[in-house]
């Protein structure tokens, strides 16, 4: 989940890159800024005009490492309501990523100064999110995907929020159907209680506690791209040259040496047989 809390991205010792702040605008077709100029403030709000294309920068003064990379993401979804409290499910429709470096650093020497995220602009009820990661949370499963954001049961997606917007005056097509009104229906009679016994007591359901209604967590300061871990180094190829004997104390020496005693004893007694034979023929 997101951590609160603004925090300065920089090089550590080791090679490491930290969290940064990232600060944002929307922006119109014209390519006028639409409404407050750049900010990092969070939360949810009602728009006015949807925010099709949003630019995002570091903030001032952020000191990022070379080869630090910050992914941003704005993702577009259609909602079962204008609002989070009644957004119900939610269905990604479109989803644009950039990604932020040292270039991105706002301040009078900057190389750049903003980058551009767009997406499609809905018609109905919907919901933009503007979060700190290049996840796609459209509820699929597999490398790069995530579950879609859902009030009902509490799914407050996407991480490292940085803000949202709602809006909209219609329900969208693929809305499901509103349920119909029950008819009513006549009440059966109640039956009378004999005398002198007590009715049943009623069955009570304890209360459901309600889930919190409140809007996901929002912060500005988003984590860097994670690095790829390291490919495995290949084998290194044994020399041809054959191995040496083992002479170390896991070797069979005791066997060796007995044959090669038993051998040496066999030797030496077909030579004394043989000369005492030819002893015996000259006598």
Known sequence: MPVFGAGVASATPGGACQSATVQYRIVGADGGVVGADWTSQGGFRSWDTVPGSVEVRLAPGEKVGDGCKYPVSLAEYTTEGPNWQTSGRQTMVDKATVYLTA????????????????????????????????????GKTGEG???????????????????????GEKACADSPPES?????????????TPAGSKPPAEETTPPTTPKPSTTPPTTPDVPPL??????????????????????????????????????????????????????????
């Open 145 to 167: 995907h995530g579950p879609a954001p859902y009030q009902p049961d509490g799914v407050n997606t996407p991480y490292h929020l940085i803000a949202a917007w709602n809006g």
């Open 103 to 138: 270039a991105d650093v706002a301040g009078d020497d900057a190389k750049q100064t903003w980058q551009k995220l767009s997406v499609k602009q809905p018609d109905c009820f919907g919901q933009i999110d503007l979060y700190g990661d290049d996840i796609a949370y459209d």
């Open 226 to 283: 994670s690095s790829k871990p390291p490919a495995t180094p290949k084998p290194t190829p044994s020399d041809s040259t054959p191995p040496l004997a083992e002479t170390g104390a896991g070797t069979p020496v005791g066997p060796i040496a007995g044959g090669a005693a038993v051998v040496i004893a066999l030797g030496a007694g077909a030579v004394y047989a043989a000369s005492r034979a030819r002893r015996s023929r000259r006598a």
């Open 180 to 192: 119909p009104t029950p008819t009513p229906t006549e009440p059966e009679p109640t039956p009378s």
